[in-house]
């Protein structure tokens, strides 16, 4: 069965920073592509950043420049670095494969950014 667990969110101020981390079970990690997505209350999941089995990344452009995704194969995890957060990140983060599949989506982890 296929699982992925994502931590690390929490109550942040705008300007500060988080790491999350999302360890996946069930899977040949290493083979795929990964992703993390976000979902505002009332707004579709999107897209914030990607790696591929290589360690190629790609970023949504309101991130670009202030996240950092990375995978550890070895401890099948894939990480977020979030700086220079926004009032706008706040978000609930998931991490899927990428393109992503329906039923691996996890609980995620909330991100609040706020004074």
């Known amino acids: 069965q296929v699982q992925f667990v994502e931590s690390g969110g929490g109550l942040v101020q705008p300007g500060g920073s988080l790491r999350l981390s999302c360890a996946a079970s069930?899977?040949?990690?290493?083979?795929?592509?990964m992703g993390w997505y976000r979902q505002d209350p009332g707004k579709q999941r999107e897209l914030v950043a990607s790696?591929?089995?290589?360690?190629?990344?790609n970023y949504a452009d309101s991130v670009k420049d202030r996240f950092t995704i990375s995978r550890d194969n070895a401890k099948n995890t894939v990480y977020l670095q979030m700086n220079s957060l926004k009032p706008e990140d706040t978000a609930v983060y998931y991490c899927?494969?990428?393109?992503?599949?329906?039923?691996?989506w996890g609980q995620g982890t909330q991100v609040t950014v706020s004074s």
């Open positions: 069930g899977i040949i990690f290493r083979l795929y592509a």
């Open positions: 790696i591929t089995t290589g360690g190629s990344t």
């Open positions: 899927n494969t990428y393109p992503n599949i329906r039923a691996y």
